[in-house]
């Protein structure tokens, strides 16, 4: 049994209107990339495949990877335009029989969920990390009129890592194959739609955050400020 990390860092960050791409943006004095790749590389997984934007492996090979002395990660992988993308090049670069994919711009993961993680993904093949709903969700038509109100108790908030054997994502994307790539947002769904495997949730943390938006990289702040602190 091994274990491949797949860390993407492929996006743009239109969201955060910086010209600096999110991935690599200072979070005291570290980029925000800094934060996910330290966590996989001390857990217990065998090996580091980072993605980044395609003409970027240089840098992050320079800058970040030898920088900091991640030698868990064996290779940098090209994305695509797309996350689905980005993930299917990541896992075709891997050596391992199990994935955990992972959005770097959840820089905070902790060591604990990446270990629960993996157990997850041995024990139900497809697990994706998750919190319960606090908010009331609605679904909205096009002009913005409300069309239902799920109810609450049923409602969970995806996050990542998410955790597979890897021919079953494999056999995901592959049957998953004829959808728009940009509406798959996370790798259960490419494992729900394909009928493959059921996906077991597993308790994710609230700190867990994605860094989207300039306000995300104060709250981030925060949450470093406050582990330093408790010294955890
Ligand atoms: O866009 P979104 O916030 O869903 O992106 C989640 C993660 O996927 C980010 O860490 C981003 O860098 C990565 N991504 C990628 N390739 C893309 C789009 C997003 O690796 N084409």
């Known amino acids: 049994m091994s274990f491949s990390a797949i860390v993407l860092a492929a996006g743009s960050g239109s969201r955060m209107h910086s010209a600096l791409p999110k ?5 005291e004095g570290k980029p ?3 934060y996910s790749l330290k966590a996989f ?20 090979l320079k800058e970040i990877v030898c920088r900091f002395g991640f030698d868990k990660v064996h290779s940098i992988a090209a994305g695509q335009d797309t996350r689905a993308g980005s993930v299917l090049n990541g896992i075709k670069a891997a050596k391992s029989d199990h994935v955990l994919i992972h959005d770097s711009a959840r820089a905070f993961v902790t060591g604990e969920l990446i270990k629960r993680m ?7 093949k497809a697990a994706a990390a ?8 609605k679904v909205a ?7 239902s109100t799920p109810d609450r108790s049923t409602l969970w908030e995806i996050q990542t890592p998410q ?7 494999l056999e995901g994307y592959e049957k998953t194959g004829g959808m728009p790539s940009e509406k798959i947002t996370d790798d259960a769904m490419v494992v729900e739609l394909s009928g493959c495997s059921k996906v077991k949730l597993v308790m994710g943390e609230y700190t867990n955050i994605k860094i989207t938006t300039p306000e995300d990289l104060e709250i981030g702040r925060m949450i470093l400020k406050n582990r330093l602190t408790s010294g955890s």
């Open 23 to 27: 991935q690599y943006m200072p979070l």
């Open 32 to 34: 925000v990339l800094y």
């Open 41 to 60: 590389q001390e857990s217990p997984v065998d090996e580091i495949v980072l993605v980044v934007p395609s003409g970027d492996e240089e840098y992050a």
């Open 118 to 124: 993996m157990d997850a993904a041995v024990a139900f």
């Open 130 to 137: 998750a919190v319960p709903e606090k908010n009331t969700i």
């Open 141 to 147: 038509d096009s002009d913005g009129y409300v069309t």
């Open 163 to 169: 955790g597979f054997e890897k021919d079953l994502l």
